[in-house]
């Protein structure tokens, strides 16, 4: 049987910034104590840190994952020998992290994967992602009329991938563009309004597939993450899942920047909606949602943007502008 380490040791070099280690799923430096447990046929196992952001137990901050889960492409399956813990939830980000599609392993996993975080050890079966067939896409995209170029050339790069693409541009509705636009590119006129989240629902109401992927006109994502991102959708038809977060890498002046994974939930099924002025999110409960652990968003920055961003979001929002990232974004990237 050939198998595969899906785990890195935790001990690894801490961030300048902070002392918390990066789980070693997801990348979060979001570690945190925990009470939670798994229910083995044994016996009760308690862990005692557990990843915040995509809930992966640990049994000892300092342990080496060396001996954690395995599988052979065709099976995962929480041991409790292992110093890693997981339920199906979690265990569905481990699938997707190595492309491949679950199909829970009984009835109490299907159970277990609509109720997270349960204490029912995660099993599943699998299937490779690219044996299934392509979700329909739009891609929406938010800007200013001067970024109009940059969108455009940006969504051309991926466009095959897509059914469509509307970018909403920060201008009244009576505005049309200057110029003869690709076939299958749509440009729209409306305020920002000081709503980031309004904009984006503009988008969702008014684009035309069942699943809608939105971008800034400084962020890209590339051809293949889409085409996994699509396969994954049609994965998920009777689970119940409307959302799914991307990771971002951010880039200032060319330079990656520490504060990863920075999960987007940027891709949505058309009925959802977003909330908030500023650091806008979809609202819907975070059981339906996902991570496409192993995609990216590329997030282009400059420095001169970096350094006001926050305290421009925070004028919109008072307290909502995470000042603080600007120290995050000047930070280069410690990695695993």
Request: hydrophobic share 35%.
């Amino acid at each position: 049987m050939h198998r595969i380490n899906c785990f890195r040791s935790v001990e690894i070099a801490l961030n300048t910034i902070t002392t918390e280690p990066r789980c070693s799923l997801c990348a979060a430096r979001k570690i945190k104590p925990s009470s939670r447990f798994l229910e083995f046929s044994q016996r009760r196992k308690y862990y005692e840190y557990e990843c915040s952001h995509c809930g992966l137990l640990y049994a000892d901050l300092k342990a080496a994952l060396h001996q954690a889960t395995y599988f052979d492409g065709h099976e995962i399956r929480c041991s409790q020998a292992d110093e890693v813990g997981f339920d199906i939830f979690t265990l569905k980000m481990i699938a997707i992290r190595y492309g491949l599609a679950i199909v829970p392993g009984d009835a109490a996993q299907e159970r277990a994967l609509a109720c997270p975080h349960s204490d029912v050890p995660g099993h599943a079966y699998t299937t490779p992602l690219g044996e299934f067939p392509l979700a329909s896409f739009a891609l929406g995209i938010m800007c200013r009329e001067s970024e109009l170029d940059r969108a455009v050339s940006s969504a051309c790069d991926v466009l095959h991938e897509f059914a469509e693409c509307l970018i909403v541009i920060d201008q009244q509705e009576s505005w049309h563009p200057t110029f003869e636009l690709p076939r299958g590119i749509r440009v729209l006129g409306r305020p920002l309004a000081q709503s980031f989240a309004a904009q984006r629902n503009f988008i969702q109401q008014n684009s035309r597939s069942p699943w809608v992927m939105q971008l800034d006109a400084d962020e890209t994502i590339s051809s293949l993450d889409v085409r996994k991102l699509r396969q994954l959708a049609t994965s998920m038809q009777g689970h119940g899942f409307v959302s799914i977060g991307i990771p971002r890498e951010n880039y200032v002046d060319g330079i990656r920047s520490d504060l990863y994974p920075d999960t987007q939930y940027r891709l949505n099924r058309s009925h959802v909606v977003f909330d908030g002025a500023v650091h806008e999110r979809p609202l819907r409960p975070w059981q339906v949602s996902t991570i496409a652990i192993g995609c990216n968003i590329t997030h282009h920055l400059d420095s001169a943007h970096v350094a006001t961003r926050s305290y421009q979001y925070d004028k919109i929002s008072p307290g909502l502008g995470r000042v603080h990232e600007r120290e995050e974004f000047a930070e280069p990237f410690l990695g695993m």
